[in-house]
T-cell receptor
Framework: TQLLEQSPQFLSIQEGENLTVYCNSS?????LQWYRQEPGEGPVLLVT?????EVKKLKRLTFQFGDARKDSSLHITAAQPGDTGLYLC????????????FGAGTQVVVTP | NAGVMQNPRHLVRRRGQEARLRCSPM?????VYWYRQLPEEGLKFMVY????????ESGMPKERFSAEFPKEGPSILRIQQVVRGDSAAYFC????????????FGPGTRLTVT
């Protein structure tokens, strides 16, 4: 059983459409990161959120941390083929010093 | 500014051999983490090290696996007497001192046990 549940598992959209990926848990996290992973490569850090209710924007990507610090979402506006990849959320629980708990990931495919 | 470096990128071992995976953290980073990604599974934490200290090894299998981060040189993840179930991608991450939130990952080592 994953501590962090990501949904959907797979998302296929056309270029220009919007999408949202969700990351949910019953546990409280002191911080949460979003990564993107390409095949055969390591995860690349996109953003870190720390404060409940926090919203961060990175160009067309908007990240939100839930008020209770148990959930997060990633929204992509006007998706492009270059956004294709595996999106992973990872959190550090309040009783963990360094360990990150990862979700299973959401595979996003953006077709031209 | 070089990122986290791992070598080798690909490693093939026969059952019963030893596998040594190396990780050089980003410059200025003193915390190292190892994760394993099994086929069709997510990333799982294995161990967290600082220089010459193991901080959290709660994700390490009890037998055959060990990790170190010496005062000089890279961090090493060692797997003795490998079995087919050890075939996976092993990722190393590093973070700077005092900022344990943000972990930066290397490209991984793909271990195949034949």
């Amino acid at each position: 059983t994953q501590l962090l549940e990501q949904s959907p598992q797979f998302l296929s959209i056309q270029e220009g459409e919007n999408l949202t990926v969700y990351c949910n848990s019953s546990s409280v996290f002191s911080s949460l990161q979003w990564y993107r992973q390409e095949p055969g490569e390591g995860p690349v850090l996109l953003v870190t959120v720390v404060t409940g209710g926090e919203v961060k924007k990175l160009k067309r990507l908007t990240f939100q941390f839930g008020d209770a610090r148990k959930d997060s979402s990633l929204h992509i506006t006007a998706a492009q083929p270059g956004d294709t990849g595996l999106y992973l959320c990872a959190g550090r629980t309040t009783d963990s010093w360094g360990k990150l708990q990862f979700g299973a990931g959401t595979q996003v495919v953006v077709t031209p | 500014n070089a990122g986290v470096m791992q070598n080798p990128r690909h490693l093939v071992r026969r059952r019963g051999q030893e596998a040594r995976l190396r990780c050089s953290p980003m410059k200025g980073h003193s915390h190292v983490y190892w994760y394993r990604q099994l086929p069709e599974e997510g990333l799982k934490f294995m161990v967290y090290l600082q220089k010459e200290n193991i901080i959290d090894e709660s994700g390490m299998p009890k037998e055959r696996f060990s990790a170190e981060f010496p005062k000089e040189g890279p961090s090493i993840l060692r797997i003795q007497q490998v079995v087919r179930g050890d075939s996976a991608a092993y990722f190393c991450a590093s973070s700077p001192l005092g900022i344990v939130n943000e972990q930066y990952f290397g490209p991984g080592t793909r271990l195949t046990v034949t």
